[in-house]
C-alpha cells in the first residue's frame, strides 16, 4: 500500500499524523511519503481529493481522510484493505 501525506509547515495536525504513520506503518506492507500542500504536486492532490485543509492522507491513490487523523480509524482502514487483498 502507498500512503500520501499531505503536509502542511507548521501545522500540528500535520505532525501528529506523520507520528502516526511512523508508529503503525511498520507493522504493515505500507510505505508512506510526505507531500508539501504549498507545492504544484500538493495542490493538484489537494484538488483532486477535494481536500478542505491538512492533512490529507491518501491510500492507493484515494483520500482516506483530512484534517485530524484517528489512528484508530487508519488502523481499521489498513487491516480492512489487507483483508481484502487477501481475499483475491
Known sequence: MEIVLLSQ???K???DAKAI???ITP???ASFVVVDLDS???RE???RGGVLFPPGLF???DLFSYGRLSQRKLARELDQQLSNRDQR
Do not use: F
Open 9 to 11: 509547515d507548521h501545522c
Open 13 to 15: 495536525w500535520c505532525d
Open 21 to 23: 504513520l511512523e508508529r
Open 27 to 29: 507493522a504493515y506492507p
Open 40 to 42: 504544484a504536486a500538493g
Open 45 to 47: 492532490l489537494a484538488a
Open 59 to 61: 491510500i492507493d491513490g
